[in-house]
DNA sequence: TCCTAAATAATATATATTCTTATTTACTAG
DNA sequence: CTAGTAAATAAGAATATATATTATTTAGGA
């Protein structure tokens, strides 16, 4: 996946975009991350003030946008405040089952919209989908057998 | 549908909760709005300052809290920063269509878990499904055909 | 009517995000 | 390789949403 994302990002000159070494990093953190938490905006610029301590947040804000135009990476909102991000290897979307005690994220291979087409559903409406949500919040398969151990 | 939120409303106090004059307009807000788009606090906020020009923000924060506790109204994520709320006259969950020009939220009859259920989905998984998200956003029929004239 | 837990207003604080402006830099065309 | 320029940046101020603190008031039961 590597590959895939880095190659996106050079495309990116051809839409008049520059790489900087700032929006290189922003990438390289969503790449150097194994956690399964998407990352937030003030997480990214911790990772990237390793390397490049006068980074400004505003900098990172601006990037996640460019990056989430070009399909680069999906901002999720979970139940938190704060908005989230990831990489998008695919170029598509994805949905997730959200921990609510680790807060981990993992993603679903299935999409509630699929059902709706067959159905029909937004014709009938004569609505026009752009866009859609779906998450799950609930509780992990580790936290759970935790619980349970706890408990015990 | 009035008549099951104000009794709703009135139930309250068996648990401990006070019908105070405040609480009571802040429902009145949700009850007069014939508006599709939910509400946001500080439009309950405003509406609520008509009647009582002292009403502290935080005096509707803390009450969209308690009404959403008991399932008086529900909080809903656009993909606007700020939450909504909306009235619950079922006890339940609502699904929306949103426009993304005029901002009305239309109910959807279908809820993607039923599916999920029926796919043995999360016991697969094992995941303990407590809450879930799903909004669709496009252009709604009103507004889709005012482009068309718009163009023509 | 009195008592008390609950609710309130006022104010301060926290947190996330965006805006403004002056400066720097990545790329391109020559 | 250089120079010109649009794009990007850092710094800091500003905005927006939401929550916490505290002293005072009030709803509703005893
Ligand atoms: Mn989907
Ligand atoms: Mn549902
Ligand atoms: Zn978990
Ligand atoms: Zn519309």
Excluded: W
Aim: charged share 30%; glycine share 4%; net charge positive.
């Amino acid at each position: 996946m590597d590959e895939n994302i880095r190659k996106r990002l050079h495309e990116m000159r051809k839409n008049g975009y520059k790489i900087t070494p700032q929006r290189q990093e922003i990438v390289n953190a969503f790449l150097d991350s194994s956690r399964k938490l998407p990352l937030s905006a003030e997480e990214v610029y911790m990772k990237v003030k390793e390397k490049y301590q006068n980074i400004s947040l505003d900098t990172v804000y601006r990037n996640l946008a460019v990056l989430q135009n070009l399909k680069i990476i999906n901002r999720v909102n979970f139940h938190d405040v704060k908005s989230r991000y990831e990489l998008n290897p695919g170029g598509d979307h994805q949905h997730h089952m959200i921990c609510l005690t680790c807060g981990s994220a993992e993603p679903i291979n299935f999409c509630p919209l699929k059902l709706l087409s067959e159905n029909n559903f937004a014709a009938e409406k004569n609505f026009e989908i752009r866009e859609h949500t779906f998450e799950l919040f609930g509780y992990c398969s580790t936290c759970r057998e935790r619980a349970i151990i706890d408990n015990a």
